[in-house]
């Protein structure tokens, strides 16, 4: 009844059907943990920008890793801008996708060490071979606030480190290469400020991190095992349809149905000789 299935086309078919089954599960498990990394993430900032505001002293010190923990946690510093000692960071985009800068200040707080402070993205407006003009930032001391960043590294930014740069432009912010810069402590890590707002909206302050989309990921994984489970469904219904289409055409070729009558056997020709 089911001899075809060991013909060349119903085996290949079979084997197809068996390594997409694992290979949709896997994927189903992929796009799970890809939904648990997600939403882990979402709650860690939603956690770090709803914390308390603290002193950045208390977060991070010179050579300090920024953890995930640390990471956009609302700081505050108090001290002085040192604005002849500016860097603008090259390649950076502000939420409409244009192309500029972002001014990276050194603060210096009021027991000598320095915190670096992104103050926002400000446009390029024409070549990058030279320094643009920056808007100053508050005059004498001041308290600032914002958002605890970790250094910025090749490796999990994907920007290159260039070399050769026009003068005061970086491409990556890093707290260890402005130190040597500097030539003083500087705290691990930098502020993303959020306060006080610039005059003007110059610099252009960086918007909150957005979410990640983690329900999407949770519906890929429902996807891929709703096929998976599909697979063995559609694979018996090709092999119910092929054994009805072969017994149609077993029927069609004797010529018979299951019902047909025989036909009564024909009366002998006639001799011609008279009884």
């Known amino acids: 009844m089911y001899r075809f299935l060991m013909s060349r086309q119903w085996v290949i078919l079979t084997l197809i059907g068996l390594l997409l089954i694992p290979t949709m599960i896997r994927l189903g498990i992929w796009q799970m943990h890809r939904y648990e990394m ?3 993430r979402n709650q860690l900032v939603s956690d770090a920008l709803s914390a308390k505001p603290l002193p950045v002293e208390d977060l991070t010190s010179p050579g300090h890793t920024v953890t995930g923990r640390e990471r956009y946690r609302t700081v ?3 001290g002085t801008f040192d604005t002849a000692e500016q860097v603008v960071v090259r390649r950076r985009v502000n939420e409409d996708g244009e192309v500029g800068f972002h001014v990276l200040a050194p603060f210096t707080l009021t ?7 992104n ?3 400000i446009p390029a407006n024409g070549a990058q071979t030279a320094f643009p003009k920056v808007p100053a930032p508050p005059a004498g001391k001041v308290t600032v606030s914002g958002r605890l960043m970790p250094d910025e590294t090749t490796a999990a930014s994907g920007i290159k480190d260039l070399k050769d740069l026009p003068d005061r432009q970086i491409m990556l912010i ?3 290469a ?4 500097l030539h003083t402590r500087v705290l691990g890590g930098y502020i993303e400020q959020t306060a006080p707002k610039a005059k003007g909206g110059s610099p252009e302050q960086i918007s ?6 983690a329900p999407l990921n949770y519906a890929y994984m429902i996807q891929w095992w709703l096929f998976a489970a599909a697979v063995p469904v559609g694979w018996w219904i090709l092999v119910r349809r092929e054994r009805r289409d072969r017994e ?7 010529g018979a149905g299951p019902d047909a009558q025989a036909e009564p056997d024909a009366a002998p020709e006639s001799s011609g000789v008279p009884r």
């Open 111 to 117: 027991d000598g060490t320095v915190v670096l402070v």
């Open 174 to 176: 890093n707290s260890a």
């Open 76 to 78: 505050t510093a108090t």
């Open 208 to 213: 909150d991190p957005g979410s990640e989309d």
């Open 178 to 181: 402005q130190a040597k810069r």
């Open 248 to 254: 149609a055409a077993a029927q069609a070729g004797t």
């Open 119 to 121: 103050r926002g993205w």
């Open 38 to 40: 997600r939403t882990a």
